[in-house]
């Protein structure tokens, strides 16, 4: 396939580190060294459906297509207020769509999972036109007392439209599963044969775990995909990396020994924004003009499971 459209919505209520610190025991020091955040965008009024959909009409006006010549959705995220429909289908029905639609929980790399099934529908000839809407409210997930967790995340929508090409020049999708690294269980309502003990746990995360599987996942991944295509590192022109935190994107840098210039950052404003990252990322570096046909965009992307992945676009 071959991404024709773009877009992006953020929540308006910005939070700064500052704010943080008048309930937290933090500081914007502590939170900018570690991370790389100074700010991040906490859904507030929104509804999480109508950023997804602000997203996606985005995209779409800039694919030329029209909601009708879509016939497959995939909505990637991870917690809405939901359970049944899935999000894709309210979001269909909002943009008066009618093609069918799936959702997708795969975390932070939910994107490029998304990538893959959309390829590989289209490679099985059952859909044309594809709109993946990654769209995420992670901060309704965090223990907001908790601060090794709330400090780090940020709610938003990414979207892109495909349409038929030979640009998605291959994706990998790798697991560890380890689901004590980061967790969360919700109470569900009780039936009258329910015996066992439930509980309800905000997000748990063994951060430096997390850390180290991050950056171990994302270089291991992009070489080894880098490889089975044929391409090199000096083809890649951007490493669109998933904005969790700017030590992890200098450590992968590093490994790859690629130039700064190569990986665009917005952590700073939006802290992560959990699968909707990267087509934030992508939305923001594309409507300022920075992709020229051809350029190579290297996606990576890693998070609860253990879940990752990478993409190779053509732009
Ligand atoms: N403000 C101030 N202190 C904080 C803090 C905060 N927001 N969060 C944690 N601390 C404290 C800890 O309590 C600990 O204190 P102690 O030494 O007295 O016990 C100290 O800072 C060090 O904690 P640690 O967890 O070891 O710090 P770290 O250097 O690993 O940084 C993360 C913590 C979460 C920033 C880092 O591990 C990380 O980014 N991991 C990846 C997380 C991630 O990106 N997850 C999502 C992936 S999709």
């Known amino acids: 396939m071959k991404i024709i459209g773009t877009g992006s919505a953020i929540a308006e209520k910005v939070v700064t580190n500052d704010m943080l610190a008048e309930f937290l025991d933090t500081s914007d020091e502590w939170i900018t060294q570690r991370t790389g955040i100074k700010s991040r965008h906490v859904i507030s009024h929104e509804e999480l459906e109508d950023l997804g959909v602000k997203a996606a009409t985005a995209a779409l006006e800039m694919s030329g297509l029209q909601a009708a010549d879509i016939d497959f959705l995939i909505c990637s995220n991870v917690m809405n207020e939901y359970i049944t429909p899935n999000l894709g289908s309210i979001i269909a029905w909002k943009m008066g769509m009618r093609c069918p639609s799936i959702d997708v929980n795969a975390a932070c790399p939910g994107f490029i999972y998304a990538l893959d099934i959309a390829e590989n529908r289209w490679l ?117 990396i998933h904005q969790a935190n700017l030590r992890i994107i200098d450590a992968i840098k590093n490994y790859l020994g690629e130039p700064e210039r190569k990986f665009p950052v917005n952590l700073s404003d939006h802290g992560n924004s959990s699968s909707a990252s990267c087509p934030i990322l992508l939305d923001e570096c594309n409507r300022k003009g920075m992709f020229k046909p051809g350029d190579i965009l290297v996606f990576s992307a890693f998070g609860a499971g253990l879940l990752s992945g990478a993409a190779v676009v053509e732009w």
């Open 124 to 240: 099985a000839g059952k859909a044309k036109n594809i709109l993946i809407v990654c769209a995420e409210e992670p901060t309704r997930m965090c223990d907001w007392k908790d601060r090794s967790t709330s400090v780090l995340f940020g709610d938003g929508a990414g979207a892109v439209v495909l349409t038929g090409g030979d640009n998605i020049k291959g994706t990998k999708l790798a697991a560890q599963p380890a689901p004590d690294k980061i967790w969360e269980r919700r109470t569900l309502e009780p039936t009258p044969f329910i015996t066992k003990a439930e509980m309800n746990v905000p997000m748990q995360m063994k951060g430096r775990d997390v850390f180290r599987f991050a950056v171990g996942a994302s270089t291991t991944e992009v070489e080894a995909l880098l490889k089975e295509i044929g391409m090199t590192k000096d083809q890649v022109s951007y490493y669109m």
